[in-house]
C-alpha cells in the first residue's frame, strides 16, 4: 500500500512541477531575455523535470533497499524531463491539440498558454515517471560487481573472525 501511495504522490507532484514550469520559465528566462518560447520552456523543463525525476528515482529506491544509484537516478530524470519535453514540442507545433483548452477558458492569454503547455509537459511525463519509479526499485538496490565483492569479502571476514 505505501508503494502505491509513493506513487501517487510522485505523479502529484511531477504534475505540480511540470504545469508551473512554463510560467516559470516566463518570468525568468522570457521576461529578461530575448530567448524565444520554444528555446526557454524546454531548457526550464529539462532543469526542473530532471531533478523532480531524479529525486523520484531516488526516492523509489530508498523506499525498497534503503540505498540508491546515482546514475540510475540520473537517467531515470533525463528519462522523464525528455518525455514531457517531446509531448510539448507536439504541443507546440500541432496548435490543434491545444484548441479545446482556448474554448474551454475561453481566452488565450499568456497565462492560460503557459498553464495550458504545462498540461502538456505534465501529461508528457506520466508514463516516464511510472517507468523510472518501478526501474529505481530494481536497478537502483542492484549492486555492482566491485561493491558486491566488496561486501562478500567483508562478510567473509566477519564470519572467519566469528569461527576463530
Known amino acids: 500500500m505505501a508503494s502505491e501511495s509513493t506513487l501517487m504522490n510522485s ?5 505540480i512541477v511540470a504545469i508551473l514550469t512554463p510560467v516559470l520559465a516566463y518570468y525568468t528566462l522570457l521576461k529578461f531575455t530575448s530567448m524565444s518560447e ?22 523509489a529506491s530508498i523506499a525498497e533497499c534503503d540505498n540508491y544509484d546515482n546514475t540510475v537516478s540520473f537517467l531515470n530524470g533525463l528519462k522523464v524531463s ?17 484548441q479545446p ?10 497565462l492560460v498558454v503557459y498553464l495550458i503547455d ?15 519509479y518501478f526501474v529505481s526499485k530494481k ?11 566488496q561486501a562478500q569479502e567483508k562478510a567473509q571476514s566477519d564470519l572467519d573472525k566469528k569461527s576463530e
Do not use: D, E, H, R
Open 139 to 149: 536497478k537502483g538496490c542492484m549492486m555492482n560487481p566491485k561493491a558486491l565483492a
Open 82 to 98: 525528455f518525455a514531457a519535453i517531446t509531448v510539448y514540442f507536439l504541443s507546440y507545433f500541432l496548435t490543434w491539440l491545444k
Open 38 to 59: 520554444i528555446m526557454a520552456i524546454p531548457i526550464m523543463a529539462l532543469i526542473t523535470m530532471t531533478f523532480i525525476g531524479q529525486s523520484i528515482s531516488k526516492q
Open 101 to 110: 483548452f482556448y474554448n474551454l477558458f475561453g481566452t488565450s492569454t499568456k
Open 11 to 15: 505523479f502529484v507532484l511531477v504534475s
Open 118 to 132: 504545462g498540461f502538456f509537459l505534465a501529461m508528457g511525463s506520466w508514463p516516464a515517471v511510472a517507468s523510472a
